[in-house]
C-alpha cells in the first residue's frame, strides 16, 4: 500500500509530524482559503510561473503578504520592474510489501524547492530564471532513489523573451530554457508530480490574437544530471504547433 501526502507550505517528516495525514489536510485548507481569499484582487498563481503578471497589482487592490517581492518597481514610470518567487514540496511515503514482498517496507520523504526571478525591462523585453533543488532521504526499497527524485542543485529554466504589440495582435519570441505545457498535459507537461521536473532548451513563437492564440515551438529535451549540470540531449527533438480559441475569454 502506498500513501503520498503532498504538502505546500508544511514541511513534515514521520519524527516531527507523526498525524502526517491531518497535517497535510490542515496546510492544504488554508492554502486553498488563502487563495480564495485574494482571488479577486491578486494574480493567480500558475503552474508555469512565468505566465503570472504582478504588474498591475499593488497594495489597494491586492493584500497578498508576498506581493513586496512579486511587484518590485526598477523605475518611477512602472515600466521597469521584477518578481520573485518560489515553490516547496515535501511528499511522504509510506510502502507496505512493496512488489508483494513481505520484507519491503519503507517510509522516506522526497523534497524540492524551486526559486525564480522574472525581470522586465520595458514592455518589450524580460528575462526569467528559476533554480531547482531537488532531493530523496533514505529510500530502503529495491533500486534505492528513483531517478525522478533527486536533481542536486539545477538551472530549471533561464530565457529571453522579445515583445511586439500592435492592437490585437502580440507576438513573443522566447529563446532558452523554458518550461511546456499544453491542454490536460497528457502529452506535453512539466511532469509536475515527478520530483525533478521537466524541461527543454529551444525556441518558442507565440502569436495572441483576439480569442486566438499559437504557439510554435522547436526545443530539445534536457534530461536530468543528479549530481552535474544539465545538458540537453540533440537525439530528442520537441517540434509542433498547439492553438486554442477562447471564446468566453475575459478582457
Known amino acids: 500500500m502506498l500513501t503520498s501526502i503532498f504538502s505546500t507550505i508544511t514541511l513534515f517528516t514521520k519524527n516531527n509530524c507523526?498525524?502526517?495525514k491531518f497535517c497535510a489536510i490542515l496546510s492544504l485548507g488554508f492554502l486553498i482559503f488563502?487563495?480564495?481569499t485574494f482571488a479577486d484582487q491578486c494574480p493567480k498563481y500558475s503552474p508555469l510561473r512565468y505566465e503570472e503578471n504582478w504588474s498591475l497589482a499593488n497594495k489597494e487592490s491586492c493584500q497578498n503578504q508576498t506581493l513586496p517581492i512579486k511587484n518590485i518597481s526598477l523605475n518611477n514610470s512602472g515600466t521597469n520592474w521584477l518578481s520573485l518567487g518560489g515553490h516547496m514540496r515535501d511528499r511522504f511515503e509510506n510502502w507496505n510489501h512493496?512488489?508483494?514482498a513481505p520484507k519491503n517496507n519503507a517510509s522516506f520523504n522526497i523534497f524540492r524547492i524551486l526559486l525564480?526571478?522574472?525581470m522586465h525591462i520595458s514592455p518589450y523585453f524580460r528575462m526569467f530564471i528559476e533554480g531547482k533543488s531537488a532531493f530523496s532521504s533514505k529510500r530502503e526499497l529495491p533500486g534505492g532513489i528513483r531517478a525522478l527524485e533527486r536533481d542536486t542543485a539545477a538551472l530549471q529554466q533561464a530565457f529571453a523573451d522579445i515583445q511586439v504589440t500592435s492592437n490585437d495582435l502580440k507576438l513573443v519570441l522566447r529563446a532558452g530554457r523554458q518550461e511546456y505545457l499544453f491542454g490536460k498535459q497528457r502529452l506535453i507537461s512539466p511532469l509536475p508530480w515527478a520530483n525533478t521536473y521537466r524541461t527543454?532548451?529551444?525556441v518558442?513563437?507565440?502569436a495572441t490574437y483576439g480569442d486566438w492564440k499559437i504557439t510554435g515551438f522547436g526545443a530539445y529535451y534536457v534530461p536530468v544530471k543528479q549530481h552535474k549540470f544539465n545538458?540537453?540531449?540533440h537525439k530528442d527533438k520537441l517540434?509542433?504547433?498547439y492553438s486554442t480559441y477562447n471564446k468566453n475569454k475575459k478582457l
Open 239 to 241: 517540434v509542433g504547433l
Open 34 to 36: 488563502t487563495n480564495q
Open 231 to 233: 545538458k540537453h540531449n
Open 200 to 202: 527543454w532548451d529551444g
Open 98 to 100: 512493496f512488489g508483494f
Open 204 to 206: 518558442t513563437g507565440i
Open 116 to 118: 525564480h526571478a522574472d
Open 18 to 20: 507523526p498525524l502526517s
